[in-house]
């Protein structure tokens, strides 16, 4: 088989198929990686496998829609409700996930009256979850946070959905900045080790790339973006609306924790997820029935200063004025 390779989450993931379709869907879900090949071996390892009327063989229900087998694999007969029915093996150092599309007659017909949520959810299931869930394994927790670096200081952008981090980091894209992820991250709450996939940019964002893929919530997908692995935040900054002009503020620890955390439970690119890890865990007996979410958390907050940065009406001014006051402090403490 064709074996593809890329880092991704603080993995290296392979896709280890022959189906072009599979492979471009993985890809897809990455954001249409620019590093492929790597030399490194695989930490996760994606493959497709034809599907049939009884599944990957007998095992022991767990759960409803989970079977342990022998060898320890288990099988989710539809992974987070996509309709691809999946067998998760831990060998060793490395995760085996194989997928089939395998879908109930209510499932194939969301996907294709729905192709924008399917496409989403689908990147999710092949490749997402199973980097979130090794990550979880290895004492790191997913993150709803952007991270950047804006005049020489690394950022994590911390708040819920829908508050305007993405159009904040696609206009700092188009001046060259450095990003490792606009919207999902692994952390072990030193390093950040962004999560590929699109850039997903509101398209009243006031870039000139409004021609990809339509996404939910009035965005639109931007494939190949330039982004680093991994970077290492050196503040953190709640991100709020609010009705007056863009003011930046320090803020308690506690309360830039709460952000973290919230966000990232609430996430919907995250909400199926949390089950689909509870119900790995009971099978397999390895990792946390829940990712360290409030621990990684508490680390970055302990450590780095806080901040809350609130947001005006539009047009807002580029967030690397809105974080100027923080970029001169410390070019002054560091000069």
């Not at 280890?16 to 471009?24: A, L, M």
């Not at 302990?302 to 947001?311: A, F, G, I, S, V």
Request: net charge positive.
């Amino acid at each position: 088989m064709n074996q593809i390779t890329f880092t991704t989450g603080a993995a290296v993931v392979a896709i280890d198929t022959r189906s072009h379709r599979f492979r471009d869907a993985v890809l897809r879900a990455a954001g249409s990686p620019g590093v492929l090949g790597l030399p490194a071996e695989p930490d996760v390892v994606l493959a497709e496998v034809e599907a049939d009327a009884t599944g990957f063989g007998p095992g022991l229900p767990v759960t409803r829609g989970a079977t342990r087998h022998p060898d320890g694999g288990v099988e989710l007969s539809s992974a987070g409700g996509s309709g691809y029915r999946q067998r998760w093996l831990v060998d060793g150092d490395r995760l085996r996930v194989e997928s089939c599309w395998d879908p109930s007659a209510k499932e194939n017909v969301a996907a294709r009256a729905l192709p924008t949520r399917f496409r989403s959810l689908r990147g999710e299931v092949l490749l997402h979850y199973p980097v979130l869930w090794w990550a979880s394994l290895r004492g790191m927790a997913p993150l709803h946070v952007s991270v950047l670096e804006v005049n020489g200081t690394v950022f994590a952008l911390a708040g819920p959905g829908g508050v305007g981090k993405s159009s904040l980091v696609s206009r700092e894209l188009a001046s060259r900045a450095r990003v490792t992820c606009d919207n999902l991250a692994v952390s072990d709450g030193r390093i950040t080790y962004g999560l590929r996939e699109p850039l997903r940019i509101p398209e009243d964002a006031g870039t000139t790339v409004q021609t990809g893929p339509r996404a939910a919530h009035g965005r639109r997908e931007v494939h190949g973006g330039r982004t680093v692995p991994r970077l290492e935040p050196a503040a953190i900054v709640v991100v709020r609306r609010d009705a007056g002009v863009g003011r930046l503020r320090p803020v308690d620890p506690d309360e830039a924790h709460r952000a973290l955390v919230a966000g990232t439970m609430t996430a919907g690119e995250l909400m199926r997820f949390w089950p689909m890890a509870a119900t790995l865990a009971l099978a397999t007996g390895r990792g946390p029935v829940m990712a360290p979410v409030d621990e990684v958390a508490r680390r970055l907050v302990d450590r780095l200063p806080c901040y809350e940065l609130q947001l005006g009406h539009s047009p807002r001014p580029p967030l690397r004025d809105l974080l100027a006051p923080v970029t001169s402090t410390r070019a002054e403490v560091s000069g």
